[in-house]
């Protein structure tokens, strides 16, 4: 049968491919509320219920609301007094704002290389990088996987170096036990439209650190400091100071709007997280089996997985006897699932979206521009990753019944057949 690329018939059409954002009668109610109310800004009723709720489903004790997982990072940064001459270490594979949030508080990204099994940081290159510049790690938990988090954590530990988690893509993934953005000094999230939880837009901090806390709300609340420790008590701007020990800062608050929304799909949540794992490891069963196709490697000390895209790796010189490029595999399963499969994240030594010498703000001195001049690093594991082994989709196909894992069982074993066709 001829492959849906080059004109045959399609596994799966389009039509079938599951809706995000998914949200029901709670958000309706509470966002019809918020409308009644008046109360349309930050620190309101429902933002108090969702930061209780979400420190409480971290594990943390306190939680922040923020404008987006962007700015989450740099307030992390800025609350941790991290700035010009200060060096932070992340991974080359990863959205370019984790890196673009290091130069937005004048510090230099140091980028280092991933582990090809998981294409999460490599806890070595990690070790290697630090130097007496270095005042923080930034881990990304990425995709399905997360780092090796105890190495990481000792490696930071020995060296008294704060680790901030990304975990834009891991809301409610665990490792041993312990839930990402509860394994660091801070943790940051993203409620941008595509995420596991999402507003649309917004961004979450968790940390377990009381003056830390106090920082951050400061830094979002153009420079305010609260005048209660328990976030879950703050309830307008009264209750913040105007005078005295202040920060400078700007405006990165959220709506009430934007709680509600968080506040309904929290509700759901678990569940979406128990189905995307047990299609993931269907999915994973499928890949065994075929030659030149292997999943994303499952360390058993991360013990809950939350994807945000399904990622496998793939290898052109054995798929199907050779000789298939990984461009035109990716175009053949998107063709036959009706969904998009795409490489994983440029690297960040050339990524389109990451260019520091482009802005005139972070030429600070001659010096500074040679540093964060990006193709100064070697990242050789994330530049194969992306040109010759990833293959990821979004996590809304882990969303479907059975019938989704059957067809990308079909559309390989399709592929795999016909394999002439993209020679």
């Known amino acids: 049968m001829k492959l849906a690329c080059n004109g045959g018939p399609a596994i799966r059409t389009p039509d079938k491919a599951a809706t995000w954002p998914i949200w029901g009668d709670a958000e309706r109610k509470y966002l019809n509320d918020v409308l009644e109310s008046g109360v349309w800004s930050y620190n309101g009723p429902f933002e108090k219920r969702m930061l209780g709720a979400w420190k409480a489903y971290v594990g943390t004790e306190h939680a922040l609301a923020v404008a987006n997982g962007t700015v989450s990072l740099q307030l992390a940064l800025e609350a941790l007094d991290i700035g010009w001459g200060d060096e932070v270490i992340l991974p080359g594979v990863t959205w370019q704002a984790t890196a673009a949030c290091v130069l937005d508080v004048n510090a230099v990204p140091v980028l280092v290389d991933v582990e090809p099994d998981t294409w999460c940081i490599d806890p070595a290159k990690v070790e290697a ?46 490792w041993r036990g312990k839930r990402a953005g509860n394994l660091g000094t801070v943790g940051s999230f993203s409620l941008q439209l595509s995420k596991v939880l999402t507003a649309g837009e917004g961004g979450l901090l968790t940390t377990n650190d009381a003056d830390l806390w106090t920082r951050l709300d400061a830094l979002r609340n153009c420079g305010r400091r609260p005048v209660v420790d328990d976030p879950d008590e703050t309830k307008g701007a009264g209750a913040y100071k105007t005078e005295g020990d202040l920060v400078q800062s700007g405006n990165y608050r959220i709506t009430e709007f934007q709680a509600a929304v968080v506040l309904g799909a929290l509700d759901r ?131 479907g019944d059975e019938s989704s894992v059957e067809d990308f069982s079909a559309a390989i074993e399709k592929i795999a057949a016909n394999a002439d066709e993209l020679r």
Request: proline content about 5%; overall charge negative; some cysteine.
């Open 129 to 174: 990088a630090i130097t007496d510049k270095t005042k923080a790690i930034i881990v990304v938990h990425l995709y399905g996987n997360m780092p090796d988090m105890d190495r990481i954590s000792a490696i930071a530990r020995d060296r008294s170096i704060p680790v901030i988690e990304d975990c834009a893509h891991q809301h409610g993934a665990e």
């Open 269 to 399: 949540i678990d569940d979406q997280i128990v189905l995307r794992e047990r299609n993931g490891r269907a999915m994973d069963r499928v890949l065994d089996g075929v030659g030149g196709l292997e999943p994303m490697k499952r360390d058993e000390r991360q013990t809950r997985r939350s994807y945000f895209n399904y990622a496998f790796r793939f290898d052109g010189d054995t798929f199907a006897g050779g000789g298939v490029s990984i461009d035109r595999f990716r175009t053949a399963l998107s063709a036959e699932l009706g969904v998009e499969f795409d490489p994983c994240y440029e690297p960040l030594n050339d990524c389109t979206l990451y260019r520091p010498l482009t802005k005139q703000r972070y030429r600070i001195s001659d010096e500074h521009v040679r540093a964060i001049d990006p193709s100064r690093f070697s990242l050789p594991v994330s530049e194969r990753t992306y040109a010759q082994t990833s293959v990821t989709t979004h996590h809304s196909f882990l969303m």
